[in-house]
DNA sequence: TAGCAACTTTCTGTATACACAGTGGGATTT
DNA sequence: AAATCCCACTGTGTATACAGAAAGTTGCTA
């Protein structure tokens, strides 16, 4: 049975989603009353959720009073896929030392099977980004490291607005598949310096995948400069 | 002026410095209602405060009902250092690149008076952790990338956490310094692998040497398992 | 004596009330 | 007509009241 969570913790989720998938855009501006009248629940769990929306850098302080949803500039992907490669390589080598075999042999046969998947109509895409979810929640696990997953969880969270945006096309998807499915045998090999430089390769590859995406396709949501 | 920062703001830096103090030990049951009234405030700003802590993984939900700071382990300690090694050598790369030669210059003169400076009495180990300090403010700026700062920044509070525990020898400081020396002037000669390679040993004997002190001076702290 | 159950108590989560500060608008004066 | 000052209002920060749940305690029963 599910623990019935907060409301502190729902207004938060369902803000969070609603930052994330762009339908609380840049600069809209968050008032306590306005989200308590219009989420159902008083100011204080709205405060709550606020304040750990600020945390994580999806919501600021405006000048002055008032809090507006952050923006993100083409220079800010860029800085996320530093602060990613930093972050993922080091998984990856961890991962490499002390990952479950039978874990990843598992996530190597779904990545064998990705190709065959992509034929398929539209909710293969679903369960594509399901799969690269379980892969990233094996290499968590894998590393042992709760420092580590903590700060990727939060990057992850940005990472994911980006996404929304920069919608990745069938060819995209496949090349992707099989930079996992390289990863994943890195891994399964007990390869670290591998594995590490094939999340390199596989996150300078999605980058230069998201920049030309946004740019082409929504250059009117970042910020003019 | 300074702006007069809210209640909530002070009981969680009041909080905070406790718990990385170790004044507040790990274990400690933090009651709302308890801390609301030692502070001196209600419990709103008070829950505030508790979440921001629990966020930064200072405190943690114990089985049940209440909130309890949280241990540190040596296998803990491995692994801040092994996110830490990321970030770091990450950041000493970025600051390499981009960089103001202006600054690392005054660092680089600070650090080589760092050894007359250790000949002295004990405010100097203030001026040096202060030194270290504006090292690392440097090397965030000039990374220029906020995602960065903020995992590092969220990483920090951990780490000086352990620090309190692990009291540097004037023998580390020094050694600690000529490490430092070393990235300075590599990120002065623009050379981001040297400077990541550099940061990577500083961090490999930091690690030794907090481990080290650790585990002779104060195992009674660490949990027995 | 041990185990279970009901009650009491205490603490958390939410709502609301209150105080204060900042901002915008309007009116008055030059 | 423009600028400045004052007032009102909106919204945030804090305190407190209230409800519900969980843990501890006490008493009863087997």
């Given at each position: 049975?599910?623990?019935?969570?907060?409301?502190?913790?729902?207004?938060?989720?369902?803000?969070?989603?609603?930052?994330?998938?762009?339908?609380?855009p840049?600069?809209?501006?968050?008032?306590?009353?306005?989200?308590?009248?219009?989420?159902?629940?008083?100011?204080?769990?709205?405060?709550?959720?606020l304040?750990?929306l600020?945390?994580?850098?999806?919501?600021?302080?405006?000048?002055?009073?008032?809090?507006?949803?952050?923006?993100?500039?083409?220079?800010?992907?860029?800085?996320?896929?530093?602060v990613?490669?930093?972050?993922?390589?080091?998984?990856?080598?961890?991962?490499?030392?002390?990952?479950?075999?039978?874990?990843?042999?598992?996530?190597?046969?779904?990545?064998?099977?990705?190709?065959?998947?992509?034929?398929?109509?539209?909710?293969?895409?679903?369960?594509?980004?399901?799969?690269?979810?379980?892969?990233?929640?094996?290499?968590?696990?894998?590393?042992?490291?709760?420092?580590?997953?903590?700060?990727?969880?939060?990057?992850?969270?940005?990472?994911v607005?980006?996404?929304?945006?920069?919608?990745?096309?069938?060819?995209?998807?496949?090349?992707?598949?099989?930079?996992?499915?390289?990863?994943?045998?890195?891994?399964?090999?007990?390869?670290?310096?591998?594995?590490?430089?094939a999340?390199?390769?596989?996150?300078?590859?999605?980058?230069?995948?998201?920049?030309?995406?946004?740019?082409?396709?929504?250059?009117?949501?970042?910020?003019?400069?």
């Open positions: 049975m599910a623990i019935t969570l907060r409301a502190s913790d729902r207004a938060y989720q369902r803000l969070r989603d609603e930052i994330v998938d762009w339908e609380l840049p600069g809209s501006a968050l008032g306590e009353v306005e989200q308590s009248t219009r989420l159902g629940v008083s100011r204080t769990p709205i405060r709550e959720a304040a750990r600020t945390a994580d850098g999806l919501v600021a302080p405006q000048t002055g009073r008032g809090l507006v949803v952050t923006d993100i500039s083409t220079d800010n992907i860029r800085e996320m896929f530093e990613r490669q930093a972050l993922e390589m080091q998984a990856a080598r961890l991962a490499a030392l002390r990952g479950d075999p039978v874990v990843f042999a598992v996530l190597e046969r779904e990545f064998l099977a990705v190709p065959a998947l992509l034929d398929q109509d539209d909710p293969a895409r679903h369960n594509y980004y399901g799969l690269v979810a379980r892969f990233d929640d094996a290499v968590d696990d894998a590393t042992a490291n709760p420092y580590l997953v903590t700060a990727l969880r939060s990057l992850r969270t940005h990472l607005r980006v996404r929304r945006l920069a919608k990745d096309n069938p060819a995209r998807l496949s090349a992707a598949a099989a930079e996992h499915l390289t990863i994943v045998q890195a891994i399964l090999d007990r390869d670290a310096d591998l594995a590490a430089h999340t390199h390769v596989h996150l300078h590859r999605a980058m230069r995948s998201a920049l030309d995406s946004v740019e082409t396709a929504s250059p009117s949501i970042l910020p003019s400069a």
